[in-house]
């Protein structure tokens, strides 16, 4: 299988501003009564895009540069800190996937969104609390230019500015090899595997 | 040297090291449902992949399953289609599922351990985040996404990095009408929303070596609400007792050397911790939440936070949740109206909940304002207490006793949240929109408080109201 190596994505940006955005408020659990993900981006936040009346509500998502962003289908959500926390559902990174975001770019992530998102290619990248409030302030008050997320070299930048970042060792190595999708990997060590499961009793039903 | 559960059960998985740096780590028991799977066969079918080893697969069906209506096909079409899809994909695979009729369905982290599925020294991962809940048996046991789901389906392996070990001891003897569910709230109000980031909970201690399994799935079960992807409790006589006999448990003539496998997996004493926290029993009240994550949480007898008392980034997501619940900073949170009485999920779903409720609750009645609903997290719990008489007490005090499933806990079935319904919930979620309505609103409490709420119609201290 060859994938894509993911080593920058530049891109215009969003601010969706706020801590602890938990998958629920990413994707409603409506929206996971489906069998396929196909369609789920349109309702990426749905519940903070609309309210209860049916009408739209003032949120991010629902702004110009997110239509841009969804008609463009690349660019970067620039969230708070332990953004995707809650459940282990991968309806939530594929519904803003799926919307048109590429990368992320945060104060911290959940761990399960984390992997699920760059098991979609999606990096998600770490800054330090000063560092993102500017890039999120920039990014709000400039939406034309394009934000670099450089995940080979651990930086982001926008404008004149740039900003050290971070990211899980691992998934910088999967995303910059073109070997974000594990399953050819872990197809690979298939006879290791059949050695591990021959010296555990219970597998063997013991 | 000596080793934590976590490094043992690690070691013993490890199938090798990926060119990324992560492990392949051996998933010996995956457990599937109707909501992260569909998606997974899918891809499998895609890649021309089989499931390799069915036999180490289990499915139930619960987060859709209607709670009040037993005969199918179900008036939610989208329901029947999502248990089909299951149906079919168990067969297709020869993969063995709970199914609705078989008198074993159930909330899939209740199902694992009452067939004896769940076993000390194992790996289990499901799709779901509530998967620590089988850590109780000490167990490496964690949720995972659709596509590693479908990594498990196909190869029976995980890529995974591996996390820190914190102890969590918390030692003496809890005081009446303190559970198990407050402990959690409390560690997680203690440590913080994203505090378990990048590590596993062995939680431990006089406290948790008194607990029954059952108490030791509930705080399990919500570590993932602390951040923490993983939790478990060393095993010890309770774990092995717990299991035997049943269904899926080591026969007879493997017994003994099973015990001894599992005894071999438990912390050594002296092992390295990356982090220790401590607490004592007896200083845990009963706990409520008041906001929209689990760790903006209080005593019941506290007032809610001014928000000067808060950090800045606190402050934000509280002045959110202080909007969305429609309650005021520095007010006691006793005395709340609610309109809803949610009894059951994974968390408080178990027959010792309902024991625990029914013990009180003979006599009482609830609130003419509250609808209260009762409901079993599987089919054995449901039996079970039937057979006890459970479910007439419930019903005579004025709950709706029901079938089993997630029901209100997440509301992807007909139980929901009307408008800005305000929950009292023995659930562990209470974010925006949880409970099936964009503007309810849901608080989190042990069973016995739940009950409490149920007749009071507000938001209330049990140990009052029943006088425990
Ligand atoms: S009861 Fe709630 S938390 Fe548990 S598996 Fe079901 S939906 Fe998830």
Redesign the pocket.
């Known amino acids: 299988m060859s994938l894509a190596k993911i080593t920058q994505v530049k891109a215009l940006a969003l601010a969706v501003p706020g801590d602890d955005i938990d998958t629920d408020r990413i994707i409603p659990?409506r929206f996971l009564r489906c069998v396929t993900f196909d369609g789920l981006g349109e309702h990426a936040f749905r519940d903070e895009r609309t309210g209860p009346d049916g009408k739209e509500r003032a949120h991010p998502m629902n702004s110009a540069q997110a239509a841009r962003i969804a008609a463009a289908k690349q660019g970067v959500m620039v969230v708070g800190f332990n953004f995707g926390c809650g459940?282990s559902r991968e309806h939530a990174p594929q519904s803003i996937w799926r919307f048109g975001f590429t990368a992320l770019v945060g104060g911290s992530f959940a761990e399960i969104f984390f992997g699920n998102s760059t098991a979609l290619g999606v990096p998600c990248l770490t800054l330090s609390k000063d560092d993102l409030a500017e890039l999120s302030d920039f990014v709000q008050k400039n939406p034309d230019v394009e934000v670099t997320v450089d995940v080979e070299n651990l930086k982001v930048s926008a404008g004149a500015k740039t900003w050290k970042a971070d990211i899980a060792a691992s998934a910088r190595n999967s995303l910059i090899n073109g070997k974000w999708d594990p399953i050819a990997d872990l197809l690979e060590g298939a006879s290791d595997v059949a050695k591990t499961a021959g010296g555990l009793a219970y597998v063997a039903g013991k | 040297m000596a080793k934590t559960l976590f490094q043992k059960v690690w070691e013993a998985h490890t199938v090798r090291q990926l060119p990324n740096g992560q492990t392949q780590l051996f998933i010996g028991t995956h457990l599937i449902?109707e909501v992260t799977s569909p998606q997974a066969f899918g891809m499998l079918r895609d890649l021309g992949l089989k499931v390799k080893f069915p036999q180490r697969t289990f499915a139930t069906v619960?987060?859709i399953v209607p709670t009040n209506e037993l005969k199918e096909p179900y008036s939610d079409p989208i329901a029947q289609e999502m248990i089909e899809a299951l149906r079919k994909n168990t067969k297709d695979y020869g993969i063995k599922f709970f199914d609705t009729t078989t008198g074993q369905q159930g909330?899939?982290?209740m199902v694992g351990p009452e067939q004896g599925i769940t076993q000390p020294g194992t790996t289990i991962a499901c799709g779901?985040?509530?998967t620590a809940?089988h850590g109780a048996f000490g167990a490496i046991a964690f949720g995972i996404g659709t596509t590693q789901v479908r990594d498990v389906l196909a190869t029976q392996t995980l890529a995974l990095s591996p996390l820190k070990v914190r102890r969590i001891e918390v030692n003496g003897k809890l005081k009446p009408g303190v559970y198990a569910k407050d402990v959690i709230l409390h560690i997680i109000r203690e440590l913080g929303v994203n505090g378990g980031i990048g590590f596993a909970y062995e939680y431990a201690g006089t406290t948790f070596d008194n607990f029954s399994l059952e108490e030791r799935m509930t705080v399990c079960?919500m570590s993932i609400e602390g951040g923490a992807r993983c939790g478990y409790v060393n095993p010890d006589q309770k774990t092995f007792d717990y299991i035997k006999g049943k269904p899926f448990a080591p026969k007879a003539a493997d017994w003994d050397a099973a015990v001894a496998r599992w005894k071999s997996f438990a912390s050594d004493a002296g092992c390295k911790y990356d982090d220790v926290k401590v607490y004592q029993a007896e200083n845990i009240r009963p706990t409520v939440t008041w906001g929209i994550t689990p760790g903006q949480a209080i005593f019941i007898d506290e007032k809610m936070p001014a928000l000067e008392t808060l950090n800045a980034a606190d402050r934000q997501t509280a002045e959110d949740a202080y909007k969305h619940m429609k309650l005021s900073p520095s007010t006691p949170i006793k005395g709340t109206k609610v309109d809803v009485a949610f009894l059951?999920?994974?968390?408080n779903?178990r027959i010792s909940d309902l024991r625990e409720v029914a013990k009180y609750l003979k006599g009482r009645k609830v609130s003419a304002s509250v609808k209260a609903i009762v409901v079993p997290?599987s089919q054995l719990t449901a039996i079970q207490a039937v057979h006890e008489g459970l479910d007439k007490i419930f019903t005579d005090a004025g709950f709706e006793w029901r079938g089993a499933?997630?029901?209100m806990?997440?509301a992807?079935n007909p139980d929901k949240l009307v408008g800005d319904q305000l929950c009292a919930s023995s659930?562990?979620?209470n974010f925006k929109g949880r409970q099936g309505s964009q503007t309810g609103r849901t608080i989190l409490m042990s069973p016995l408080m739940v009950a409490a709420a149920a007749i009071t119609g507000e938001v209330t201290d049990a140990r009052e109201v029943f006088k425990v």
Do not use: E, F
């Open positions: 659990a459940s | 449902h619960d987060h909330i899939v982290h779901d985040s509530h809940t079960n059951g999920s994974c968390t779903g997290g499933g997630c029901s806990c997440l992807m659930s562990n979620r």
